[in-house]
C-alpha cells in the first residue's frame, strides 16, 4: 500500500465519525418535531404536508396502528412501482422507447426498492426509462430510507418510554426523515456529483465513434440526483449497470471519497440519535465502539486477503502482484476493498469493483458482514435497530449468566420480549439457507450459476445472503433474470425487511408500556469494555454458529484450493 491509500482510509474515518454526533442530535431534535436550522425552510413544507394529507402530527399511535399505517405505505408505493416498471413502455421520460419491463423481473425490481435492498437483475441504462428511474427507484429510495428511520425512532421511543401506549405518529416521522433528514443533504451531494462530471440530464443518449472507428452509444440522464440517494439512504442501486464502477457514477476520486463516506454517514449519525432520546450518550458510545470493532476487524481481514499474491503465479513481491481484475484501475486495489467492506457492513449494495473477483477470504468478509444482520453500521435506521435486537439479546444472556433477570435500561425483559427476539433470529437462516438451499438443489435455478465448485456456490450463496440482509450486491456470473430467482429473491427481500420491522415495533411497544426500573449497584452496566465485549462475541457467535458450515463450503473451500 502506498501512503495515499492510507490517507483514504484515514480521511473515510474521519469523515464519518467527526460530525456523527452532531448529526446525531440534529436528527434526534427534527424527529421530536423540535426547531431545527432548517424550520424556516422546510416547516412551510412540512405543514402543507400534513394539511394535504390530513394527518395531524400531534396524534400519536400505538405499535398496531403505527404497524398498519407502515404496511400500507410501503405496500402502495409497491403497487405504483411494479406499475411504472410494467407500463413504461406507454409512459413518457422515455427518449430511447425502452419497453415495459417483464413481470417477474418488474416484482423483483419493485419489491427490492420497497425493501431498500436495492438489487438488480437488470442494467439500468438498458432496461429503465428517466421516469422509472426518478417516479419510480428514486422516491423509493427516498421512502425506504425514511421508513427505516421511522421504525428506529419508533424503537428508541419505546425503549426511553415508560407506561405508555404511545410511539409516535408513523405519517409524520416518515416526513421529517424525508424533507429534513434526507433531502437537503442529498441536494447538497448532487449538486457536488453534477461538479465531479456526473450527468444531471432528460437528453436522449449521445451516439459516437470511438478511436478504433467503431460506434458506441453514450447513456445519459438524470443521474446525480439518484446517485445521491442510493448512498445517504444506503439504499445502493445503480443509475448505470455497473453502479459506481461507472465514470459517470464515480468520476474521481473525489467523488469516490465522498459517496464512500455517504454510505455509513446517517447510519453513524444515528447511534448517536439513540444515546439522546435514552438520555444517556455512554450507551451511543458502547454501540459504535462494537460497530466499530466489527467493521475494523472484517475490513483488515479483508484488505490483507486482497494484498496476498495467486500463489499460481509464484512471484514472491506481494506489490506488484495484488489482484486488479475486475478492480476499477482509477481508484485500486485499497478503494475497492474499502468500498466492498463498507457497503457489506452497511446494506448498501453500491459497487465500484467487482465482488466475483475478489479473492476468496475478501468475498467471505462482504458475506460475513452480511450474515450477522444490519449491525455493522447498517443501513439507515435499520442499522441500529438491528444492532440494539442485538444488544437486548446479550443483555438476556448476560442475565442468565448472573442469575437475574435481564433488564435494559431498566426495562426488564420478560417471556413476550425474549420471543420476539427469538423471531428476529430466524430470518436471515430462513432467507439464506432455506430459500439458498431450494435454488441450489433444483437442476433449474442451480443453472443459474456459472462458475463449477466452490466459487459457484459462493455466487448463490451471496445472492440469497445479499438479498435477505437487504444489500443488493452480487457477485457478478450469477444468472438471476430467471422466474425462479426473481420470485424467490423477492421473498428474501420481503422476509429480511419485514421479519425484522414487525417483530422491533412489537417490541418498542412492549418496552414502552413498562414501568422503568432505577438502576442499582447490582444492575448490569451497558455502556463498558466488558460489555462491548460481550456484544461483539454475541453477534460474532449467532452468526458463526449459524452460517460457517455454508462459509466451509464456499469461500473457505476456495481459498483452501487455491493452496495458500
Not at 448532487?190 to 478511436?211: E, I, M, R, S
Not at 457514477?249 to 455517504?262: D, G, K, R
Not at 468500498?339 to 468475498?363: E, I
Request: hydrophobic share 50%; proline share 5%; aromatic share 10%.
Amino acid at each position: 500500500m502506498h501512503g495515499y491509500e492510507y490517507l483514504l482510509i484515514l480521511a473515510f474515518f474521519a469523515l464519518v465519525l467527526l460530525p456523527a454526533p452532531l448529526l446525531g442530535r440534529f436528527y434526534y431534535n427534527v424527529m421530536e418535531g423540535k426547531r431545527t436550522f432548517l424550520t424556516p425552510v422546510m416547516g412551510p413544507v412540512e405543514r402543507i404536508c400534513y394539511r394535504l394529507s390530513g394527518v395531524d402530527p400531534a396524534v400519536e399511535q400505538n405499535w398496531k396502528t403505527y404497524t398498519i399505517a407502515l404496511l400500507a405505505f410501503n405496500l402502495a408505493g409497491f403497487v405504483v412501482l411494479f406499475a411504472i416498471l410494467l407500463m413504461q413502455g406507454s409512459l413518457p421520460l422515455n427518449p430511447q422507447g425502452l419497453p415495459g419491463m417483464e413481470w417477474s423481473l418488474a416484482f423483483n425490481t419493485a419489491m427490492s426498492f420497497v425493501t431498500n435492498t436495492n438489487w438488480q437483475s437488470y442494467s439500468g441504462e438498458a432496461s429503465l426509462s428517466y421516469l422509472s428511474q426518478m417516479a419510480g427507484l428514486t422516491v423509493q429510495n427516498f421512502v425506504s430510507a425514511a421508513t427505516g428511520i421511522a421504525v428506529l425512532v419508533a424503537f428508541c421511543r419505546g425503549i426511553s418510554r415508560r407506561s405508555t401506549q404511545h410511539l409516535g405518529n408513523f405519517w409524520a416521522d416518515m416526513t421529517r426523515a424525508t424533507l429534513y433528514g434526507l433531502l437537503p443533504m442529498c441536494i447538497i451531494l448532487a449538486l457536488f456529483l453534477v461538479w465531479q462530471g456526473v450527468p444531471q440530464t432528460f437528453a436522449h443518449y449521445v451516439d459516437a465513434v470511438t478511436l478504433q472507428g467503431t460506434d458506441q452509444t453514450i447513456p445519459l440522464g438524470p443521474a446525480a440526483s439518484q446517485i445521491a440517494i442510493k448512498q445517504l439512504g444506503t439504499n445502493g442501486g445503480g443509475f448505470f449497470g455497473v453502479n459506481s464502477a461507472h465514470p459517470f457514477e464515480n468520476p474521481t476520486i473525489w467523488s469516490n471519497l465522498f459517496e464512500l463516506v455517504s454510505i455509513i454517514l446517517i447510519p453513524a449519525a444515528l447511534v448517536f440519535t439513540f444515546g439522546h432520546y435514552v438520555k444517556d450518550m455512554r450507551q451511543s458510545r458502547a454501540i459504535i465502539a462494537c460497530m466499530l470493532a466489527l467493521f475494523l476487524i472484517g475490513g483488515a481481514t479483508a484488505m490483507w486477503a486482497e494484498y496476498q499474491p495467486n500463489p499460481a503465479l509464484n512471484i514472491a513481491s506481494v506489490e506488484q502482484t495484488a489482484p486488479m481484475e475486475g478492480k476499477e484501475t482509477r481508484f485500486g486495489t485499497t478503494a475497492t476493498v474499502l468500498w466492498a467492506a463498507t457497503t457489506t457492513a452497511a446494506s448498501n449494495g453500491s459497487v465500484n469493483g467487482m465482488h466475483d473477483s475478489l479473492n476468496p477470504l475478501t468475498g467471505m468478509i462482504a458475506l460475513a458482514n452480511m450474515m450477522v444482520g444490519e449491525v455493522i453500521f447498517g443501513g439507515v435506521g435499520a442499522g441500529l435497530y438491528g444492532m440494539l435486537l442485538n444488544v437486548l439479546i446479550a443483555v438476556f444472556l448476560a442475565g442468565l449468566m448472573i442469575g437475574r433477570t435481564p433488564e435494559y435500561l431498566g426495562k426488564k425483559l420478560q417471556a413476550r420480549e425474549v420471543k420476539l427476539l427469538v423471531a428476529t433470529l430466524i430470518v436471515m437462516p430462513v432467507g439464506v439457507l432455506v430459500f439458498g438451499a431450494l435454488a441450489a438443489s433444483l437442476p433449474g435455478p442451480a443453472g443459474a450459476i456459472s462458475n463449477p465448485g466452490a466459487h459457484g456456490f459462493s455466487q448463490l450463496l451471496y445472492a440469497y445472503t445479499s438479498a435477505t440482509a437487504n444489500n443488493g450486491s452480487a457477485f457478478g456470473g450469477f444468472s438471476a433474470n430467471t422466474t425462479f430467482h426473481n420470485l424467490m429473491l423477492g421473498l428474501s427481500m420481503f422476509i429480511g425487511r419485514f421479519g425484522y420491522i414487525l417483530p422491533v415495533l412489537a417490541l418498542a411497544g412492549s418496552l414502552a408500556a413498562k414501568k422503568t426500573s432505577p438502576l442499582g449497584q447490582n444492575s448490569f452496566p451497558t455502556h463498558g469494555p466488558l460489555f462491548v465485549t460481550l456484544l461483539t462475541v454475541t453477534i460474532l457467535l449467532v452468526g458463526g454458529l449459524t452460517f460457517l458450515p455454508t462459509l466451509a463450503l464456499g469461500p473457505i473451500a476456495e481459498h483452501l484450493s487455491l493452496g495458500f
